[in-house]
């Protein structure tokens, strides 16, 4: 079939960086674009993926490059969803294998080729480019999911935490306010955490307990059968 | 970037089509290769995606050419994965988007184009060209954690069925047995299913319930937060 005439699309990479800190609270990392199509526009970092190159790789290489992020510093990447209409960029047909990264403390380091990159408070978004406004929403439908039956948010998090810290860190995430008597039982019972002999003392508050994940690597909870 | 010298790898698309029945158990659609590379082995029926053409239109008109298989006979079709190792393909870097296809009583319909479409055990598989064991491997992976938190065995059962058969299903995917009474218990209070007024009787056995699923569309159950 095709041989000699068949055609592939074009391959390309985006990434969907996202941080989460009590100030902030969930955002995403954005690139604004230097050359055209949607030049100006905010975006996700992205780029080609030549023959030869993993969509990983390229994910790597193309993060350092326009958005100033180097993966290792990630806690968790992980292959999100290949988006694929005909329509998506102006320039023809192009496929997009994206990734999700998450991560803590991160601070995007300017660099010849990086553009602007900037994380951007999911509250306060910009229009972006292409489908990226999709992708996006895809990328947080897919991380609000794993909030349910994962230890996911063990990358955002900082080593030690309160419980309430890490309720907002899921409230971030959910979009929602969450029942504190009902998220701590349900969050104490799923195994995930281990209690510290550490104390978090703030003001006039009583000083709370700090945990920590158990792993910093991903860990599904059976429920429905087990 | 690259314009003028990019070379993109060749986009394929390969489909993971499950089904299961009480005796054959869980069992996976491979087509038998009737050329090169890999000729007369056995496979996931792939082909090629061309610039133009969705991955998703891809593997329908695949699937129908070579697997015997209209996807809209299929309960439930997603996509899987993208697998693009280097090496995966001897004639050139391949990049494979997978899909993974569920149905029940699928029977390929033959055609000049189709290549021995034929549900295999998964007992009793044989050696897989490419990378395709893999691929199954992650689709298997994928299903088994689904059964945790959605309904998406709806997609293989008939629209009535014994708590008992739903069990063997369940069981079937997880490769494993379950606890009878828990399993009982988490299905029930999972909201996915609807008892009926009918019963199903056999042969010596007290006659059983028969259920049916409140929706032939993926739902998902939250555990750890709600």
Partial sequence: MYSGEYVPPTLTIDSVVFQWSAEQGLSVLLIQRSYEPFMGAW?????????????????SRVLSAKGGIDTDRLGLVEQLYTFDTVAR??????????????????????????????????????DLAYDHADILAYALQ????????????????????????????????????LDKRNFRKKILASGFLKETEKMHATGAHRPARLYEFQQQTLQTSDHIYS
């Fill in 142 to 177: 897919r991380l609000r999911s794993k909030l349910s039956y994962t230890n996911v948010v063990y990358a955002l998090m900082p080593p030690l935490f309160t419980l309430s810290q890490l309720q907002s860190c899921y409230e971030a995430i959910a979009g929602r306010s």
């Fill in 43 to 59: 975006a996700l970092p992205g780029g080609y993926c030549a023959a030869g190159e993993t969509t990983r790789d390229a994910m």
């Fill in 89 to 126: 960029d102006p320039r023809g047909h192009a496929v997009s294998v994206t990734y999700t990264g998450l991560g803590r403390d991160l601070k995007p380091a300017p660099g010849d080729t990086t553009q602007n990159p900037t994380f951007w408070p999911l509250q306060k978004l910009p």
